[in-house]
Nanobody
Framework: VQLQASGGGLVQAGGSLRLSCAARGLNFNLATMDWYRQTPGKERELVATITPDGTTTYVDSTKGRFIISRDNRRRLVYLQMNSLRPEDAGVYFC?????????WGQGTQVTVSS
């Protein structure tokens, strides 16, 4: 399994970014996909999840601002991040649990300036 995240960058507070994660080596249509983020000094935090049928869940701090979506034909999962706050900054990772193992992408840095 390979996951490759992209789309991070520097944005001002209140701005938007869209992260993408490309998946290979699994039956993407059957995979529940997650976005996590990690900030210095904190544990990696689950930000959003999307199931194969499109059901989504979010950590409370991102509800109403972030949208996770998927394109099964292109084997992509997205994280649209709106109204970004300085506390949203960190390295964002996509993750999938497949055949009993957790697979992580390499992470993409999000920096939010106040």
């Amino acid at each position: 399994v390979q996951l490759q995240a992209s789309g991070g960058g520097l944005v001002q507070a209140g701005g938007s970014l869209r992260l993408s994660c490309a998946a290979r080596g699994l039956n993407f249509n059957l995979a529940t996909m997650d976005w996590y983020r990690q900030t210095p000094g904190k544990e990696r935090e689950l930000v959003a999840t999307i199931t194969p049928d499109g059901t989504t869940t979010y950590v409370d701090s991102t509800k109403g601002r972030f949208i996770i979506s998927r394109d099964n034909r292109r084997r992509l999962v997205y994280l649209q991040m709106n109204s970004l706050r300085p506390e949203d900054a960190g390295v964002y990772f996509c993750k999938v649990k497949w055949r009993g193992l957790d697979w992580w992408g390499q992470g993409t840095q999000v920096t939010v300036s106040s």
